[in-house]
């Protein structure tokens, strides 16, 4: 049973089926969740206009957009953030589950395949290849 669930979010509304799988996960076994989110290029761009326009770092911006995240998909569980900066998000999603004493993650899939998962890789295999604990993945090959 998981006491505490971590969700790697790259603030995309991909992330928002993971973060809704977890926490259905998280009330059946009154477990926490911990939204976190690895910032890569994409991202600081993505809340470069937020921070600059809140007077923000980009590290602050972040955890404000996972605190909303938080209490617009999770108002009702026990959550928190976190924010890495990585290279490699799966190293990123890797360190966070021994920084915050996670038991399982659970990340939503690109749904790559063919020549973009080969030149870009699968984070969601590499973190399911390497992770300590469960991985649960919620596909959002649609959207």
């Given at each position: 049973m998981p006491n505490k669930v971590l969700v790697p979010v790259d603030l995309s509304k991909r992330a928002e089926l993971a973060i809704n799988h977890a926490t259905r996960l998280a009330k059946?076994?009154?477990a926490?969740?911990?939204l976190m989110s690895n910032v890569n290029l994409d991202e600081r761009e993505a809340l470069k206009d937020y921070?600059?326009?809140e007077h923000l770092t980009t590290a602050e911006a972040a955890e404000?957009?996972?605190l909303a995240l938080a209490r617009q998909c999770a108002p009702d569980i026990?959550?928190?953030v976190i924010v890495r900066f990585h290279s490699s998000a799966a190293d990123g999603i890797l360190h966070a589950v021994?920084?915050?004493k996670a038991d399982s993650i659970v990340m939503a899939s690109h749904g790559?395949?063919?020549m973009s998962r080969w030149m870009l890789g699968s984070v969601a295999e590499k973190v399911v290849r390497h992770a300590n604990v469960p991985v649960t993945i919620?596909?959002?090959r649609d959207l």
């Open positions: 059946a076994f009154d926490e969740l911990v921070a600059e326009a404000a957009r996972l026990a959550s928190s021994e920084d915050v790559r395949s063919g919620v596909p959002a």
